[in-house]
């Protein structure tokens, strides 16, 4: 279980990084957008700590996605005129203090749903309009291994502190933009901010499955048991990947 919780979403992260340099950064995005690193930690908590407790975990992260939405908003618009260190900052704390607006308000699931339907939808339409052109530079062969590096830290974090973090701080780690802070810093090295925000983009349109994911196991794992609920939510988050991919994605 170690060594699964250790190598699973660094092997993921390695693959969708790949995909990235071969298709660029609107198709890392998507990919990035799919419930890669909430997955493997939702379920490792719900061995760890149990259905229920898991199922408010999801709950928690289903309501924060929107903080998630507003860390890939903000960066992106930060990156039309700054750097990344200063476009991450700003990020995190747009994230910070939206994921706590929405921890305060403690919406149903229902509702969560829906607000973040609603979210991604002006999300996808608030994101800059800039064109991608690779400028074709060298990548350092430090990318892949710090990406793997900080996505892997972070199933680990969470994990193996969840019976002190409880289900809220859990689910906010869980929804955490570490897919986005890193994929987007990277690619924002790489190909500038142009880079970044097309990443970004993309990975607005990815997070229709991992909303769908979410809500399947907060209604799920306590109604039909672990495996079962977790194969549902998979089974849906792919449905609606599939179906974000089929429109233009």
């Known amino acids: 279980m170690l060594l699964l919780k250790l190598f699973l979403v660094p092997a993921l992260v390695a693959l969708i990084t790949l995909a990235g340099r071969r298709w660029g950064p609107s198709m890392a995005g998507w990919l990035s957008g799919f419930p890669v690193v909430a997955g493997p930690t939702l379920f490792f908590i719900a ?33 039309t005129r700054h750097r990344w260190p200063l476009c991450a900052a700003a990020g995190v704390l747009a994230f910070a203090l939206v994921g706590w607006a929405l921890v305060t308000l403690r919406p149903s699931a229902w509702v969560a749903l829906a607000m973040a339907l609603a979210g991604l939808q002006l999300a996808a339409r608030a994101m800059p309009r800039v064109a991608f052109v690779n400028p074709g530079g060298v990548v350092s062969r430090w990318e892949l291994p710090v990406r793997c590096a900080a996505a892997g830290l972070l199933v680990a974090t969470v994990t193996w502190s969840a019976a002190e973090l409880g289900p809220v701080g859990s689910g906010m ?53 672990t495996l079962a609920a977790f194969g549902l939510a998979l089974m849906a988050a792919l449905v609606v990947q599939w179906l974000t991919y089929q429109r233009g994605a």
């Not at 407790?53 to 618009?77: C, D, I, K, P, S």
């Open 173 to 225: 780690l869980t929804i955490f933009p570490v897919m986005g802070m890193v994929l987007g810093v990277f690619s924002h090295i790489a190909w500038g901010g142009q880079g970044a925000i097309h990443l970004l983009t993309g990975m607005v349109k990815g997070l229709y499955a991992f909303v769908v994911f979410c809500f399947v196991l907060a209604l799920a794992l306590t109604a039909m048991g």
């Open 47 to 79: 061995l760890d700590q149990g259905a229920a407790f898991a199922a408010q975990a999801a709950h928690v992260t289903l309501m924060a996605v929107l903080a998630n939405v507003a860390f890939g908003v903000t960066y992106a618009w930060m990156a």
